[in-house]
């Protein structure tokens, strides 16, 4: 939605193609420069930052509605989509918005039984994705973008800072057990690439050795044949994930590095 028109259909038709009460939020995790980040949207009027949702279509599968709104909002398809919670307890989820809040902030005239100033749950998936290839798409609600480091995530709108803790928590406790690596690296990498990798989402150190030895050990990488050059007399070689191997330990439970 990127027009008046358009804007103004779906606040007044929009419950009938759409679930009321109910919302997708997802948590898209990146990593650059050393850094695990999450995409945030900068809202129009309301000063702050959220994450970038959407809702359910009445008769669509509700992963098919999730992987929608996150090529819409990325430009990706083929995405490692998680869903992790279900929220509805914070005091932005309890209570229905007014008519009034609306038209001070977007400039947009509701009825006061309006669907979009209902209570809505909201329900979070998180998304793992190669931050170089993301092309945002912001809309009418929205001016701009930033990938944010997790650890200088600000104050969210629609109390969604919940949905953030909640999302990192579970990629942490997930990480020996889904595809997080090759999701969020590129497809050639340096075994330190991938070491910091696992220390910024866990939030430790690792022996950085022994964590190269028991993945090349298991067969989860493979040495190419290929060096980067990053300076004078240093051009590590590069890797690349055995995928049926790196998925068959984690269903075995066998990639744990620490």
Not at 66 to 91: C, E, M
Not at 159 to 178: G, M
Not at 204 to 213: H, V
Request: net charge negative; charged share 25%; proline share 3%.
């Amino acid at each position: 939605m990127n027009t008046l028109e358009e804007v103004n259909d779906f606040v007044r038709n929009g419950h009938h193609e759409y679930l009321a009460h109910v919302s997708i939020d997802p948590v898209i995790f990146g990593y650059h420069q050393q850094q695990l980040k999450i995409l945030l949207l900068k809202w129009k009027g309301l000063e702050g930052w959220g994450l970038p949702g959407g809702f359910i279509k009445r008769r669509e599968p509700l992963s098919q509605a999730a992987y929608r709104i996150l090529q819409d909002k990325t430009s990706l398809s083929n995405l490692f989509l998680q869903q992790f919670h279900i929220f509805g307890d914070s005091p932005y989820r309890v209570r229905e918005r007014s008519a009034q809040e609306f038209k001070e902030k977007f400039n947009l005239n509701l009825d006061d039984c309006n669907w979009l100033l209902q209570r809505t749950l909201s329900i979070g998936y998180f998304a793992l994705v190669d931050f170089s290839k993301v092309t945002v798409q912001t809309d009418f609600f929205t001016e701009d973008y930033h990938w944010w480091d997790v650890r200088e995530i600000p104050t969210l709108l629609f109390d969604q800072n919940e949905v953030v803790d909640k999302a990192l928590l579970t990629l942490r406790l997930q990480i020996y057990h889904q595809p997080i690596g090759y999701n969020l690296l590129p497809e050639k990498f340096t075994l330190p690439e991938i070491h910091t990798l696992y220390e910024t989402i866990l939030g430790k150190e690792l022996d950085q050795r022994n964590f190269a030895k028991k993945l090349i050990a298991l067969g989860l990488v493979r040495k190419l044949n290929e060096q980067r050059s990053i300076g004078a007399h240093r051009s590590p070689f590069l890797y690349q994930f055995e995928k049926e191997n790196y998925e068959n330990a984690l269903q075995a439970g066998v990639v744990h590095t620490y």
